[in-house]
T-cell receptor
Framework: GDSVTQMEGPVTLSEEAFLTINCTYT??????LFWYVQYPGEGLQLLLK?????DKGSNKGFEATYRKETTSFHLEKGSVQVSDSAVYFC??????????????FGTGTRLTVIP | DSGVTQTPKHLITATGQRVTLRCSPR?????VYWYQQSLDQGLQFLIQ???????AKGNILERFSAQQFPDLHSELNLSSLELGDSALYFC???????????FGSGTRLTVV
């Protein structure tokens, strides 16, 4: 079935380090792919998205490229800040019927950035 | 403010009781989704409504039910509550499956 496999955490990095969080997916159709971020005590926020192969989503210095050949959507940031400490979720969305769709989440990766 | 409003923010209740969680979607969004987030199970999709009609069902227990009203707000009813129902319950809304969802800040339910 359709699913998302996400790099397990937790991940601890020093400020200004390079971040990669791996995400791969399995889907029967042509999904849209997303990264969501959840800061402590808050709901999920859409960080970036890509709707077709080779699209690159970017926001707040984060980037991810939709790779159909490797079924991947890895999240990267060149220089993390303490304020990036949060839980990151990879997700895919597929329509299943008229007006109906599923959004599958990975298990989440907790990132802690230390000064 | 994401535009999706959930009330109440916190709820403490006893086992066996019934509670109702409320969600107002972002203006213009016709779809509402309910998710349960617990420590051991991650984010679990419960149910989706589109313009008042149920459209997709996930791992929703029979003790749980939901509906979406003509003004598009939605309610999630949880009955015969058990300790294991303690979790964060999120509502999200969307204008299209390829555009991503907008999440509310959640209702933290504690069953004692």
């Amino acid at each position: 079935g359709d699913s998302v496999t996400q790099m397990e955490g937790p991940v601890t990095l020093s400020e200004e380090a390079f971040l990669t969080i791996n995400c791969t997916y399995t889907a029967t159709g042509y999904p849209s792919l997303f990264w969501y971020v959840q800061y402590p005590g808050e709901g999920l926020q859409l960080l970036l998205k890509a709707t077709k192969a080779d699209d690159k989503g970017s926001n707040k210095g984060f980037e991810a490229t939709y790779r159909k050949e490797t079924t991947s959507f890895h999240l990267e940031k060149g220089s993390v800040q303490v304020s990036d400490s949060a839980v990151y979720f990879c997700a895919l969305s597929l329509p299943v019927a008229a007006g109906a769709n599923n959004l599958f989440f990975g298990t989440g990766t907790r990132l802690t950035v230390i000064p | 403010d994401s535009g999706v409003t959930q009330t109440p923010k916190h709820l403490i209740t006893a086992t066996g009781q019934r509670v109702t969680l409320r969600c107002s979607p972002r203006s213009g969004d016709l779809s509402v989704y309910w998710y349960q987030q617990s420590l051991d199970q991650g984010l679990q999709f419960l149910i989706q409504y589109y313009n008042g009609e149920e459209r997709a069902k996930g791992n929703i227990l029979e003790r749980f039910s939901a509906q979406q009203f003509p003004d598009l707000h939605s309610e999630l009813n949880l009955s015969s509550l058990e300790l294991g129902d303690s979790a964060l319950y999120f509502c999200a809304s969307s204008v299209g499956w390829y555009k991503g969802y907008t999440f509310g800040s959640g209702t933290r339910l504690t069953v004692v």
